[in-house]
Nanobody, 112 residues
Framework: QVQLVESGGGLVQPGGSLRLSCVASGFDLAYYHIGWFRQAPGKEREGVSCVSSLGGFTYYADSAKGRFTISSDNAKNTMDLQMNSLKPEDTAVYYC?????WGQGTQVTVSP
């Protein structure tokens, strides 16, 4: 059974950092594209960052460039999103995606 489970969200002050993690089960992440998306209240879900299978191509949304870093650990079958210099506009539910599956989402709130 293909499953993705995120963790690591929470409340952080502007300028702070969070690291989101997504554990995959039922398939090997190394052979599939991986990505992080987010959905803020009242807005459509948008892509934040993704990496092609085998790491040949990495994409960051303009809003994430220079602040977020996507990574994966093939041994643990996990994918992470390191988020630094967080802003209030980064507040959203963050989802990981791979092999056509979505995680359940983890809430990130950036507020003083």
């Amino acid at each position: 059974q293909v499953q993705l489970v995120e963790s690591g969200g929470g409340l952080v002050q502007p300028g702070g950092s969070l690291r989101l993690s997504c554990v995959a089960s039922g398939f090997d992440l190394a052979y599939y594209h991986i990505g992080w998306f987010r959905q803020a209240p009242g807005k459509e879900r948008e892509g934040v960052s993704c990496v092609s299978s085998l790491g040949g191509f990495t994409y960051y949304a303009d809003s994430a460039k220079g602040r977020f870093t996507i990574s994966s650990d093939n041994a643990k079958n996990t994918m992470d999103l390191q988020m630094n210099s967080l802003k209030p506009e980064d507040t959203a539910v963050y989802y990981c995606r791979s092999m056509g599956a979505w995680g359940q989402g983890t809430q990130v709130t950036v507020s003083p």
